[in-house]
């Protein structure tokens, strides 16, 4: 049986969190959406939750 994943899927254009490793206080740290040349733009914060995670991009996608 293929295993479970852990978090779904973001859409196109939403940004990205990814994972920088264990032994850290904050190991996920969250991009907004790439540029039109593929430049990753610097993290918006690194937190220690993906769901944390989650809610800081959705924020930032509505504009809040």
């Known amino acids: ?22 032994n850290r206080k904050n190991p996920y740290a969250v991009h907004p959406p790439a540029n039109i040349d593929g430049d990753r733009p610097a993290a918006l914060c690194y937190v220690d939750d993906w769901m944390k995670g989650f809610i800081i991009l959705t924020a930032y996608k509505a504009g809040i």
């Open 1 to 22: 049986m293929p295993r479970r994943k852990k978090h779904s899927r973001l859409p196109n254009g939403y940004g990205s969190i990814r994972y920088l490793g264990k």
